[in-house]
């Protein structure tokens, strides 16, 4: 059995560098959406649920999070 590793991906809105990474690679397999600080990508992880990830982005999107 061969373990996908992540593909680590960066808004195109991140100009500053000060953003998070997202591996959405693995999702379908591993029901899980690994995230990252950009400025520490060998720091740690963290791994949330398919359905919080979704949730987070449609929070982003409606602008429901303070500014």
């Given amino acids: 059995m061969t373990t996908e590793s992540p593909r680590w991906y960066k808004s195109s809105y991140s100009n500053n560098g000060e953003c998070i990474e997202v591996a959405i690679n693995l999702a379908a397999a591993h029901h899980t ?7 520490n990508t060998g720091g740690p992880v963290l791994g949330l649920s398919v359905a919080a990830f979704s949730a987070f982005v449609a929070s982003v999107k ?6």
């Fill in 33 to 39: 959406v690994p995230v990252r600080d950009s400025k």
């Fill in 62 to 67: 409606d602008g429901r999070l303070g500014r």
